[in-house]
């Protein structure tokens, strides 16, 4: 196990030359470190924007009606301790592109249908595009770039139904 440190935290990687190499299905028991056992929470996302001031003003409407309360300029946080985080964007960057490399979209789970409906008029009236679709599975969905591209989804998903397949 090699172990290394951040912020006084101490995590484990296995030793590569420990994996096991055979088939599949000629393994019948496997070994998992305690820290690899754990499942992980996703606490932050850092979201890099080429315009400060669109980018508060976008997230600033947005960000309340998901359960985002902002802690400080620049850092929002939910109840469930998850982290957004804003930077601007250093000069000569390029924007994303749809299916290229880095973050292709946030996805929120949305309680219910008419919420997704209420957050579509909300921000159209403030101006932003905003897509409303609904699907044959019972799910509505809202799609909407932020003033750099990045694509923000806001969508309810009938019990049964999983946000990605």
Do not use: C
């Not at 799910?139 to 397949?165: H, I, K, N, Q």
């Amino acid at each position: 196990m090699q172990t290394m440190t951040r912020s006084g935290l101490k995590f484990g990687f296995p030793d590569p030359t420990s994996f096991d190499t055979r088939p599949i299905g000629q393994i019948t028991t496997v070994s998992v470190s305690e820290n690899s056992a754990l499942p992980l929470a996703l606490d932050h996302l850092t979201i890099v924007s080429r315009s400060e001031e669109a980018g508060v003003a976008f997230y600033g409407l947005l960000l309340p009606h998901l359960g985002f309360s902002r802690v400080k300029p620049g850092i929002w946080r939910n109840p469930s301790g998850l982290y957004l985080q804003f930077r601007t964007a250093a000069d000569g960057t390029h924007d994303y592109e749809r299916y290229g490399p880095g973050l292709n979209h946030l996805g929120f789970a949305a309680p219910s249908p008419a919420f997704v409906e209420s957050l579509h008029q909300t921000v159209t009236a403030a101006g932003y595009v905003a897509r409303l679709q609904r699907f044959g599975d019972g799910t509505v969905a809202l799609f909407l770039p932020d003033p750099d591209g990045l694509r923000v989804e806001v969508s309810y998903y009938p019990e049964g139904v999983p946000p990605v397949d």
